[in-house]
């Protein structure tokens, strides 16, 4: 008995799993590109490697809009600029209607802390060089305003990352 319900539990964790992955994944390909604004980054952790902590500027905005709140899972309303950098326009409320230009993005707050997709971006050790730069993250984002991190961009909106290995 005991072992038939270790393998559901199993079988269930795996199929939860599978399904964030497989919703991930759906993001990712059908996702539309956004580039939010960078506030200062921290470019290494000790413990963990070779990482930079984002901050984006879009989140003092949230912030400021909701300094009494202790716990909020909601969405912001953004619009992008001919570059595609994401612009705040108001926090969202369920019973309006999105103008055409208008985009959601999921955000968290919990106490002071806001958050918009991911919060930390790693690399390889030793390619930091290669993110000093960094200004804008590259987000790919549903229509329902999840958002998944893919790269890093700067000043001039180029990708950034380390050169790809030569093939020999």
Same mark, same amino acid.
């Given at each position: 008995?005991?072992?038939?319900?270790?393998?559901?539990?199993?079988?269930?964790?795996?199929?939860?799993?599978?399904?964030?992955?497989?919703?991930?994944?759906?993001?990712?390909?059908?996702?539309?590109?956004?580039?939010?604004?960078?506030?200062?980054?921290?470019?290494?952790?000790?413990?963990?490697?070779?990482?930079?902590?984002?901050?984006?500027?879009?989140?003092?905005?949230?912030?400021?809009?909701?300094?009494?709140?202790?716990?909020?899972?909601?969405?912001?309303?953004?619009?992008?600029?001919?570059?595609?950098?994401?612009?705040?326009?108001?926090?969202?409320?369920?019973?309006?209607?999105?103008?055409? &230009?208008?985009? /959601?993005?999921?955000? @968290?707050?919990?106490?002071? #802390? %806001?958050?918009? !997709?991911?919060?930390?971006?790693? *690399?390889?050790?030793?390619?930091?060089?290669?993110?000093?730069?960094?200004?804008?993250?590259?987000?790919?984002?549903?229509?329902?305003? &999840?958002?998944? /991190?893919?790269?890093? @961009?700067?000043?001039?909106? #180029? %990708?950034?990352? !380390?050169?790809?290995?030569?093939? *020999?």
């Amino acid at each position: 008995m005991r072992k038939g319900l270790l393998w559901i539990v199993l079988a269930l964790i795996l199929i939860v799993v599978n399904a964030m992955i497989f919703g991930k994944e759906k993001i990712l390909a059908e996702g539309e590109t956004m580039l939010l604004q960078l506030a200062p980054r921290d470019p290494r952790s000790l413990i963990q490697g070779d990482y930079m902590v984002l901050r984006y500027s879009l989140t003092n905005e949230i912030r400021q809009k909701t300094p009494d709140q202790v716990s909020i899972d909601g969405h912001v309303v953004v619009k992008l600029d001919q570059r595609g950098v994401a612009q705040y326009v108001r926090l969202y409320d369920p019973s309006t209607i999105l103008a055409d &230009d208008e985009k /959601l993005l999921r955000f @968290r707050q919990r106490g002071n #802390q %806001v958050r918009l !997709a991911s919060h930390a971006f790693f *690399y390889q050790e030793g390619h930091g060089e290669f993110y000093r730069n960094a200004r804008y993250g590259e987000l790919r984002v549903s229509p329902d305003g &999840d958002a998944v /991190l893919i790269g890093l @961009r700067d000043d001039e909106l #180029q %990708v950034l990352g !380390a050169p790809p290995r030569s093939q *020999y």
